[in-house]
């Protein structure tokens, strides 16, 4: 258990500072990569909750036995917190997928009736 525990934090810890890196970046030319990258960890995010689930269920299994209870629960605790951090930061990053991907359609409207407008002076 206390193995897999690490693997996944170091996952959740990697995901977290990748997903933080896009969302500081914050180029909205980058919209395809971001928006490949962000569906990427969505999907290993779901893999890795169900590992981290059996985890969890694991580790209230040795509590019940009295196994290192304070250890265990600060270790899930802290697994805890560090997906609500994740989730909270990809969550942030979808936002802004979302309004980066409206402005790049608002600025396609705009050169689209500015190319328009162009043409018609010409």
């Given amino acids: 258990m206390f193995q897999d525990h690490e693997e ?3 996952w959740l810890a990697e995901k977290e500072t990748t997903a933080r890196t896009a969302l500081s970046v ?3 030319a980058a919209v395809p990569q971001t928006t490949k990258l962000f569906k990427s960890i969505e999907n290993e ?3 890795h909750w169900s590992r981290c ?3 969890i269920t694991l580790g209230e299994k040795l509590i019940q036995q ?4 304070e ?6 605790a802290h697994m805890q917190q560090t997906w609500d951090n994740l989730r909270a930061v990809v ?9 980066a991907h409206e402005a790049q359609q608002y600025f396609q409207v705009g050169r689209k ?7 018609e002076k010409i």
Avoid: C, F, N, P
């Fill in 26 to 28: 914050g180029d909205i």
């Fill in 8 to 10: 996944e934090m170091v």
């Fill in 45 to 47: 995010m779901t893999t």
């Fill in 113 to 119: 009736y500015k190319y328009k407008w162009h043409i």
């Fill in 91 to 99: 969550a942030a990053l979808g936002k802004w997928l979302a309004e």
């Fill in 53 to 55: 689930k059996k985890i």
């Fill in 71 to 76: 250890d265990i629960q600060r270790r899930l």
């Fill in 66 to 69: 009295g196994q290192s209870k």
